[in-house]
């Protein structure tokens, strides 16, 4: 049977990503800061399916310490799904809170390396296993106020292209997912500091994309045949498109074009 483990399985997509594996009978490492947002995930599918950790991706230690004492039945994890992240305000960088960057930088890139390189050992030496990191078209198209957080989903990006590199030959496979917009989890209300309306707000009167949305994609790639490999899945709810680049015109207002 297989292990997945995933980080920030507390809400939104991570919960889905879990709730989705061990439904399918895949055995679920379920962690994230909030325990007791953890522990409905073991009341519904038991302990033999999900074995619960309180981890904040950003302690180094906690993440080794965790990797080395899983039960035996959750030690041989074959799926890393990096999903623990935030985005923290949505100011202009010269306004932008210094605090919350780094908060972003941390959880984001650091906390997403610390448990990609404690769990791909175990997954070199098995042969086997699939490192899937959430990222964002965030780190693709920039948007106003998206300064941080997308800089920190181009890492996941780049760093998880530059895994592929790393580990060509061991058999161990590396995709990145990049959402557009996804409802439905605690995403906005998280980056508006708890403003249930101003979260509520970014999509009143459209269909994004959901939480089980993303799962689906998380699962299609880990359940490709072993020799394929998905590098990159971009998604956007039909909703959402691009934007225009916009052009200064100092002393008409700003256009587009
Ligand atoms: P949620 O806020 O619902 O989920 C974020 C999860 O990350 C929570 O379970 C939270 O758990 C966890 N988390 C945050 N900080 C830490 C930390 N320091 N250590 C461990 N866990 C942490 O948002 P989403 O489900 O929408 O976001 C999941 C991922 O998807 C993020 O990486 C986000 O950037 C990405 N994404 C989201 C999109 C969207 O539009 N919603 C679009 C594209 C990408 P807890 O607070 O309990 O620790
Ligand atoms: C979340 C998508 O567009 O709000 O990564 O940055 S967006």
Redesign the pocket.
């Known amino acids: 049977m297989a292990v997945a483990f995933v980080?920030?399985?507390?809400?939104?997509?991570?919960?889905?990503v879990a709730r989705r594996y061990a439904a399918a009978g895949t055995r679920v490492v379920a962690?994230?800061?909030?325990?007791d947002?953890?522990s409905g995930l073991v009341d519904e599918f038991g302990e033999d399916l999900i074995f619960v950790s309180v981890?904040?991706?950003?302690?180094r230690v906690a993440i080794e310490q965790l990797v080395a004492s899983l039960p035996p039945a959750f030690a041989e994890v074959d799926v890393l799904v990096?999903?623990?992240?935030?985005?923290l305000g949505l100011e202009p960088a010269p306004e932008a809170d210094l605090d919350q960057w780094e908060?972003m930088i941390?959880?984001?890139c650091t906390?997403l390396v610390y448990a990609t390189r404690a769990l791909l050992p175990g997954m070199v030496s098995r042969g086997r296993g699939h490192v899937v990191n959430?990222?964002?078209?965030?780190g693709t198209y920039p948007y106003p106020g998206g300064n941080v957080?997308g800089a920190?989903?181009a890492f996941?990006h780049q760093f998880s292209l530059n895994l592929r590199s790393d580990l060509h030959g061991t058999g161990i496979r590396v995709t990145c997912?990049?959402?557009?917009?996804?409802?439905g989890?605690?995403?906005?209300?998280?980056r508006f500091a708890g403003d249930a309306e101003r979260a509520a707000d970014v999509y009143a009167g459209t269909q994004?994309?959901t939480?089980e949305d993303?799962a689906s994609a998380v699962e299609w790639v880990t359940s490709q045949p072993q020799h394929v490999n998905i590098n990159v899945v971009e998604l956007m709810p039909v909703v959402q498109s691009f934007g225009p680049l916009p052009i200064d015109r100092p002393g008409q207002g700003s256009g587009s074009g």
């Open positions: 980080t920030g399985a507390s809400s939104g997509i991570g919960e889905a962690t994230a800061r909030r325990g947002r953890l981890l904040d991706v950003r302690d990096n999903n623990a992240g935030l985005a908060q941390e959880t984001n906390g959430l990222g964002s078209i965030a957080y920190t989903k996941v997912i990049e959402p557009g917009m996804v409802g989890s605690e995403f906005s209300e998280v994004p994309l939480p993303i």
